[in-house]
């Protein structure tokens, strides 16, 4: 029931991401969450050669329907799946997580070939085959490894681990002079097929490797791996060191051109917003200056009113039309010389010739002889 529901949860998020790639992501969907468990093993999954031998009970197989229904707890469903599983990957994983998953109550099996079937069979590998049955027993799916499969399952095998079902994915597999190797397993009702997945393989991996084998090269030699691990010559691995050199400048380069890309581009910026604060501050200024002197600028009017005060100050004042009279004027204070005071001694009198005589000076006597004048 876990292995089921940690499926179901995985084919939920995988269809959640179909959907949010399609633009139709339901909302329920999108607001459905795992739940925090751990689920992690603690321990590697056993080999089939150290388990305790399996109790006298005759060996009888489940249908498909009894294997669907669920069955007890202390009779799970056995399913084996094999593989060459090298360099594993998460093709391998999925491939055996759908198989886990294939009933309520599953016990899988995994077997996995030795290097002198697989290289017969197949070819060589990267991984030896201690490798690749570690590389297994730490799949979290599995529950039971067989080591030294067979390429081809007898009866007696399938009796002997007490297998109900195979799992593989439902091409044809041609191997060993045979169109498909799993034709009799199909043929019996004991195949459960599974699904691969695309885009991952071992010969994916093995192919980016040999495409890009100076690459890889390179990238050893850079981490102290010697030529002669390699496999590499002199003259290579000169070649190699140089290229290395080559792409670091080429890299430092690279840089430059991007850094230098990055100030022209603020530059540009920052020009663009010099140049939009220099015209708001032209047409600021161009405001300003017709305020000032335009047709109808603060200059006119200032120069208007000054010259009319100019023309108010220099033109003489108008006299009234009739002046008053002096019996009408008001009297004028009698003003007297200092030195014709009556606190003055008396002058000395003066020859007759010279028609000099006290008198008053008054203001309205100069009043008078102005009008004479």
Known sequence: MEAQSSSGMLLNRKRRRDGENNGETDESERLLKI???????????????????ADGKPYERVSMEE???GTPANRPVRVYADGIFDVFHSGHARALMQAKCLFPNTHLIVGVCSDDLTHKYKGF??????????????????DEIVRNAPWTLTPEFLAKHRIDFVAHDDIPYSSAGSDDVYKHIKDAGMFAPTQRTEGISTSDIITRIVRDYDVYVRRNLQ???????????????????????????????????????????????????????????????IGNFLQMFGPEGALKHMLKEGKGRMLQAISPRHSPDS?????????????????????????????????????????????????EN
């Open 125 to 142: 590998t990267v991984m030896n085959e201690d490798e690749r049955y570690d590389a297994v027993t730490h799949c979290r799916y599995v």
């Open 67 to 69: 294997a669907k229904r």
């Open 35 to 53: 739940p925090r468990c751990t689920v992690g093993l603690k321990h590697p999954a056993p080999f089939a050669d150290e388990l305790e031998p």
């Open 223 to 285: 981490r102290g791996y010697t030529a002669k691990e390699l496999n590499v010559s002199f003259i290579n691995e000169k070649k190699y060191h140089l290229q290395e050199r080559v792409d670091k400048v080429k890299r430092k380069v690279r840089d430059v051109e991007e850094k230098s890309k990055e100030f022209v581009q603020k530059v540009e910026e920052k020009s663009i917003d010099l140049i939009q604060k220099w015209e708001e501050k032209s047409r600021e200024f």
């Open 323 to 371: 002046s008053p009279t002096r019996e009408e004027r008001s009297p004028s204070p009698t003003f007297r010389l200092p030195f014709f005071t009556k606190t003055s001694p008396p002058p000395s009198p003066l020859p007759q010739h010279s028609g000099a005589r006290g008198y008053l000076i008054s203001e309205d006597d100069d009043d008078e002889d102005d009008d």
